[in-house]
């Protein structure tokens, strides 16, 4: 049986609503590009603290900062200058006077920062954290003042 012919008019809807998927798709893609998503997953604290160490103590520019935040995969937010893991649940925002981090942890707020600050190796002290609990996630946050030239 052969398959029903269809109309050129038909023909041109099948190919129009194609092309507005596709619009719908690259619109959806720059909506994303400009307004990141963290990921889901946790990530251990400690190895966040030598990330920490790598890029806010590191860098000595605020390019070089972001080049390395790239370079990891993570995406920013052109508005806020805040970069977005797209895998583990961590922001970085290395602008503004200070290098900042963000990240959620399945640990106690103490037991994170101490892992955080282990990773972090003799710049320990330097660095400010604290921890906050939000409808039960504890929020593991770090920053230093930073001059980049």
Same mark, same amino acid.
């Given at each position: 049986? +052969?398959?029903?012919?269809?109309?050129?008019?038909?023909?041109?809807?099948?190919?129009?609503?194609?092309?507005?998927?596709?619009? @719908?798709? /690259?619109?959806?893609?720059?909506?994303? !590009?400009?307004?990141?998503?963290?990921?889901?997953?946790? !990530?251990?604290?400690?190895? /966040?603290?030598?990330?920490? +160490?790598?890029?806010? /103590?590191?860098?000595?520019?605020?390019?070089?900062?972001?080049?390395?935040?790239?370079?990891?995969?993570?995406?920013?937010?052109?508005?806020?200058?805040?970069?977005?893991?797209?895998?583990?649940?961590?922001?970085?925002?290395?602008?503004?006077?200070?290098? #900042?981090?963000?990240?959620?942890?399945?640990?106690?707020?103490?037991?994170?920062? +101490?892992?955080?600050? #282990?990773?972090?190796?003799? !710049?320990?002290?330097?660095?400010?954290?604290?921890?906050?609990?939000? @409808?039960?996630?504890?929020?593991?946050?770090?920053?230093?003042?930073?001059?980049?030239?």
């Amino acid at each position: 049986m +052969a398959a029903p012919r269809m109309g050129s008019g038909a023909g041109r809807r099948i190919a129009g609503t194609a092309a507005a998927g596709l619009c @719908a798709c /690259l619109l959806s893609g720059v909506a994303s !590009a400009q307004s990141p998503d963290v990921g889901s997953t946790r !990530a251990n604290p400690e190895v /966040l603290g030598r990330m920490f +160490a790598n890029i806010c /103590l590191g860098a000595t520019s605020l390019e070089q900062a972001e080049g390395a935040l790239r370079s990891v995969g993570m995406l920013d937010n052109p508005q806020t200058g805040t970069f977005f893991h797209q895998e583990f649940d961590l922001s970085v925002n290395p602008g503004g006077g200070q290098c #900042s981090m963000v990240f959620v942890t399945d640990r106690g707020g103490d037991e994170a920062i +101490a892992a955080f600050r #282990s990773g972090l190796g003799v !710049a320990a002290q330097s660095v400010q954290t604290s921890f906050q609990t939000n @409808a039960g996630e504890v929020y593991v946050r770090a920053g230093i003042g930073v001059q980049w030239r």
